[in-house]
């Protein structure tokens, strides 16, 4: 048999071996399922925890406007047409270095982005470069050829010809 002793706000309940032995009849609720980033309808969510403060702080404003037009963007690549919105996001958060100094230009050597850097490398990424087409090179007066082919890795083969 149980004993219940209330202190103040506090109730201690002593249990013995007996109490234990029978089964539990406590039925809890369903969990609640949060919403996430991402509501049902695609609206974005903007009481989110995983936006840090972002959307309510001193550019909160241009926070939302940049980051609504990267998630309904359908530029390719995603996000591309968004440039201004995130320079105005940026210039804002430049005025605020207190509030947002992890999120400045000082930034990027510990692997912070920037948008335009990204736009312009796009060309030079060797992920999205097509393969070349095989060329034959001369080699030394041996009278063999050698054919070079590479692969988007970044790595290349060398077939040696002999003519």
Not at 42 to 65: K, S, Y
Not at 137 to 163: C, W
Request: proline letters at 8%; glycine letters at 8%; a negative charge.
């Amino acid at each position: 048999m149980s004993l219940c002793k209330s202190f103040g706000k506090d109730k201690v309940i002593f249990a013995t071996a007996e109490d234990h032995a029978i089964p539990s009849t406590v039925e809890l609720p369903e969990p609640e399922s949060s919403p996430g980033l991402i509501l049902e309808n695609g609206d974005i969510n903007w009481n989110c925890p995983c936006l840090g403060g972002m959307a309510t702080g001193p550019c909160g404003v241009d926070f939302r406007e940049a980051f609504s037009c990267f998630h309904y963007s359908e530029a390719q690549p995603k996000g591309s047409d968004c440039y201004d919105a995130f320079k105005t996001m940026q210039d804002c958060m430049a005025n605020y270095p207190g509030v947002y100094k992890q999120n400045l230009h000082d930034d990027e050597d510990a692997g912070g982005m920037d948008m335009g850097a990204m736009l312009d490398d796009e060309e030079e990424d060797p992920d999205k470069q097509s393969l070349k087409p095989e060329e034959p090179v001369p080699s030394s007066a041996s009278g063999s050829s050698e054919v070079h082919s590479s692969s988007p890795a970044g790595s290349s083969t060398v077939v040696a010809q002999k003519s």
